[in-house]
């Protein structure tokens, strides 16, 4: 599409809009340069007629993960708010999730813990919240 013709500003709320209504997780995957941009953006559009909380995603491979996160983001989805993220966190979260499965199905592990076990089962949970949802992909 042409730069400048309202792909961020129009076409994503809209669509978000029509798609967020509460079945299943909406989330838009913007460029990091462009996370607070698309955040601020998509606040403006859902804070006064319709009313959308937007949240953020993050998810780094070097930190613990949220307790949690399934939960909230299956909230989320069932208010039929609006999730952003970027490729990066969603990349990092299914690797994260790759490794920390490997972890878990190997007994002689040291990093075999019911800790990583049940984080495991949280990414689980949260990747399969992202397939049955609908990604919004701008600029990337």
């Known amino acids: 599409m042409i730069m400048g013709a309202g792909k961020t ?3 994503s709320p ?3 809009l029509m798609l967020a209504e509460g079945s299943r997780l909406v989330c838009l995957v913007v460029p990091q340069a462009l996370i607070m941009l698309s955040r601020s953006v998509m606040q403006n559009c859902f804070s006064t007629v319709v009313q959308k909380r937007v949240s953020t995603f993050k998810c780094d491979r070097s930190v613990d993960l949220e307790v949690n996160l399934s939960a909230r983001v299956s909230r989320v ?3 039929g708010d609006i999730m952003l993220s970027t490729p990066g966190d969603v990349k990092s979260l299914q690797l994260r999730f790759l ?3 490997g972890m878990a199905n190997d007994r002689r592990a040291k990093k075999n813990t019911p800790q990583t076990r049940r984080e495991c089962v949280e990414m689980g ?3 399969e919240l992202l397939k049955r949802g609908v990604c919004m992909i701008d600029e990337v």
Request: net charge neutral; with cysteine; charged share 15%.
């Open 9 to 11: 500003s129009v076409v």
């Open 14 to 16: 809209m669509l978000a």
């Open 77 to 79: 989805c069932s208010q």
């Open 99 to 101: 490794e920390q499965l």
């Open 125 to 127: 949970r949260m990747l």
